[in-house]
């Protein structure tokens, strides 16, 4: 059974830190491209920030560069996103992604943490 789980959110004043984690099972996550997304309230899912396999290569959505980095472990099946300098346009749920662009399959989706950046 394939299962994303994220964690680590919570509520940060603006300017502090977090870090996200997304930890896999029921798939072989070495061969899976991660992606983070985030979704607020009344606006679309967009992506935040993405690695690939390995790890060589990452993305960032121009609004979080300099400001977020994402990472991953294959060893802990585990993606993280550590986020820095928050503020309040960053509050939303975050969602990790799963995709496998070699086999074409997923994607597949976690449930979700909410991030809130408030004073």
């Known amino acids: 059974q394939v299962q994303l789980v994220e964690s680590g959110g919570g509520l940060v004043q603006p300017g502090g830190s977090l870090r996200l984690s997304c930890t896999a099972s029921g798939f072989t996550f070495s061969t899976y491209a991660m992606s983070w997304y985030r979704q607020a309230p009344g606006k679309e899912r967009e992506l935040v920030a993405g690695i690939t396999t390995t790890g060589g290569r990452t993305n960032y959505a121009d609004s979080v560069k300099g400001r977020f980095t994402i990472s991953r472990d294959n060893a802990k099946n585990t993606v993280y996103l550590q986020m820095n300098s928050l503020k309040p346009e960053d509050t939303a749920v975050y969602y990790c992604?799963?995709?496998?662009?070699?086999?074409?399959?997923?994607?597949?989706w976690g449930q979700g943490t909410q991030v809130t950046v408030s004073s």
């Open positions: 992604k799963a995709f496998d662009y070699g086999l074409r399959v997923g994607p597949y």
